[in-house]
């Protein structure tokens, strides 16, 4: 009797995700010149609304400017420092970081050069995103247009992904790549692996969400991946010692992880609760108006998108969505460009939901006329939380800059754009820069005292509350142990000026000079 071949063996299918059907990554001009599609609109609203922030607000976030000051250092040839001859990871992505350094070579000025690399970044998701919903959401072979559409305007439209678009920071081109690297994975691109690469190494949570969206690689492209994340961290590892950001660090440690409740800011948003506390963030106020209609679309979002979930637009959600999931568990510190990753999985996860539950146009109507009048609320508060560090802080970096001597070293809590201003060595309260400071900090009260005594600053840049109080502007740790240490301290130092006292009262910054 002939023996039956025997069937290969399945280990080797098993190892590799279902192959993804082949479709085009970008649509065709036609599609994307069709006023009918969800594209040309959306795409011609994402390009004026980022322009009218860029006009409104007069420079980059606080934060940014952290990042400017290494990249300037760079391309001056000091190296990645903040402070010279100091290699700390002060920052939180070490290639934005590099691609600003590249921006000051060719411009010599790295706001328009973020921000015009932030409005690239926002097409590409906006194209990418859109163009998942309509292949991936259809039904009876019809596609989801309504749900692309309904993401398009969201993401156009809302106050803000334009902001933070302008603000500096490296989140509008993290939404890019997350987005990028899920269809690339999926349809087996050779240049899914060097993107998954590049999301791992944006930002700490890049690593997780390049990890989620592996899942749906192939093996070879995994490997890709694996390879060039890990020649990145060990080169971070080599530079600085360790890949892991002081900043990551020095945030855990003084603003602590005080768990989902005390982080109810990162969700509470999304449902339509009145929860004390969640409205303290501008960008949590403006969403609530939403809740009603976001949290049941959210819900219904997650049945459809479970059925196919082997697709790239279900891994761009988990990606996103693990993101979100851990600032909420945590408790982490509230600092609006995080929120970026987290809407993303809200906008894209309500996409889904939202066709399924609203039919006929006045709801939607309804919609899209809230979003465009959230400008009317939104743009003066980001112009004012703008204006607030500027006018602030920008004093004090031009004070500095006429009043101390290069190299002399300043004691404050505000480092961005003072840094910027001022050739001086910063010693920053947080211990983003300086890893020392973060670690005095966890050891309880004392700990601004013990600072000073320690780096001996010429400068001290002081909230004007702590002159006469005892309680830190944030984070964990007591300044003083009593009054005394306080006015010994303050003792050896002369006030010379006061900034923006009006309008900040017990927080204005007062520079002292060391006598």
Not at 176 to 195: D, H, K, M, N, T
Not at 220 to 237: I, S
Not at 251 to 280: E, H, N, Q
Request: proline content about 8%; hydrophobic content about 55%; overall charge positive.
């Amino acid at each position: 009797m002939k023996k039956r071949p025997r069937a290969a063996p399945a280990a080797e299918s098993r190892a590799e995700p279902p192959a993804a059907p082949r479709f085009a990554l970008l649509p065709g001009w036609r599609e994307l010149l069709d006023p009918r599609a969800p594209w040309l609109i959306p795409l011609l609203l994402v390009v004026a609304t980022r322009l009218v922030a860029w006009s409104v607000l007069p420079v980059a976030a606080e934060d940014a400017y952290i990042t400017f000051r290494y990249a300037r250092h760079l391309a001056a040839g000091l190296g990645l420092v903040y402070n010279p001859a100091e290699r700390v990871l002060g920052f939180s992505s070490p290639l934005w970081t590099l691609w600003s350094a590249l921006g000051l070579r060719l411009l010599h000025d790295p706001v328009p050069w973020t921000r015009l690399s932030s409005l690239l970044a926002d097409l590409v998701t906006l194209i990418v995103a859109t163009g998942l919903l309509e292949r991936e959401t259809g039904t009876s072979g019809r596609p989801g247009r309504t749900a692309a559409w309904c993401f398009a305007l969201f993401f156009a439209l809302w106050p803000y992904f334009a902001f933070v678009s302008a603000s500096g920071m490296e989140s509008s081109a993290m939404l890019a790549l997350l987005a990028l690297g899920a269809v690339l994975a999926r349809r087996g691109s050779p240049a899914s692996g060097p993107v998954l690469a590049l999301l791992a190494l944006w930002r700490p949570e890049g690593l997780p969400a390049a990890a989620v969206l592996a899942l749906g690689a192939r093996g070879r492209d995994r490997l890709v991946a694996a390879a060039l994340t890990a020649a990145g961290l060990t080169a971070l590892t080599a530079y600085f010692g360790s890949p892991v950001p002081q900043s990551l660090l020095a945030k855990a440690t003084v603003y602590g992880t005080p768990g989902p409740w005390a982080g109810r800011f990162w969700w509470g948003w999304a449902l339509p609760l009145r929860l004390p506390g969640v409205g303290a963030t501008g960008e949590a106020r403006h969403l609530g108006f939403l809740s009603v209609l976001l949290a049941p679309a959210l819900f219904a979002g997650v049945a459809p998108l479970w059925r196919r979930r082997r697709g790239a637009l279900a891994l761009a959600v988990l990606a996103a969505a693990l993101v979100w999931a851990a600032y909420s568990a945590l408790g982490v510190a509230y600092f609006y460009w995080y929120l970026a990753v987290p809407l993303l999985a809200a906008a894209l996860l309500a996409a889904v939901g939202l066709p399924r539950l609203v039919r006929g146009w006045p709801v939607y109507a309804a919609v899209v006329l809230l979003m465009s009048t959230q400008w009317l609320d939104a743009a003066p508060f980001y112009v004012g939380r703008a204006q607030n560090e500027y006018f602030g802080f920008a004093a004090v970096g031009q004070f500095l800059r006429e009043h101390a001597r290069p190299g002399e070293s300043v004691l404050l809590e505000p480092i961005g754009i003072v840094g910027w201003l001022a050739p001086v060595r910063i010693v920053d309260e947080i211990g983003l820069v300086s890893p020392a400071v973060a670690a005095r900090r966890a050891r309880g009260p004392g700990w601004y005292t013990d600072v000073a005594a320690r780096y001996r600053p010429d400068w001290i840049v002081v909230r004007r509350r702590l002159l006469d109080g005892l309680d830190a502007f944030a984070g964990a740790g007591a300044p003083f142990r009593s009054a005394a240490e306080r006015d010994t301290l303050f003792a050896g130092y002369r006030a010379l000026a006061t900034f923006d006292e009006a309008a900040s009262g017990a927080n204005a910054l007062v520079a002292l000079h060391r006598r």
